[in-house]
């Protein structure tokens, strides 16, 4: 059983940063694909950034040149730094990883001031 535990989540005014930690119960290069996704309230979950196969990293167009994910294996720890933040990337974020099905953590929020 795959376990994910997001950290980092908090209140920050627009233009600041955050560092969100997605800590895992296997090896980050185990899975297919693992990233960060968010959902803000009324909307749907969508994608902000995965790494495929390790290697390959993958933004959503609205957070390129903001965020950034990044791994450490040895941490079994997948991170994604966020700055430059909007009001607009409020929303719970939650870490997935695909390893023959979608695991998910329980998600922490981020809320961006004006």
């Known amino acids: 059983q795959v376990q994910l535990v997001e950290s980092g989540g908090g209140l920050v005014q627009a233009g600041g940063s955050l560092r969100l930690s997605c800590a895992a119960s296997a090896s980050i290069f185990s899975f297919n694909v693992m990233g960060w996704y968010r959902q803000a309230p009324g909307k749907q979950r969508e994608l902000v950034a995965t790494?495929?196969?390790?290697?390959?990293?993958n933004y959503a167009d609205s957070v390129k040149g903001r965020f950034t994910i990044s791994g450490d294996n040895a941490k079994n720890t997948v991170y994604l730094q966020m700055n430059s933040l909007k009001p607009e990337d409020t929303a719970v974020y939650y870490c997935?990883?695909?390893?023959?099905?979608?695991?998910w953590g329980q998600g922490t929020q981020v809320t961006v001031s004006s």
């Open positions: 997935g990883a695909l390893l023959r099905r979608y695991y």
């Open positions: 790494i495929t196969n390790g290697a390959s990293r």
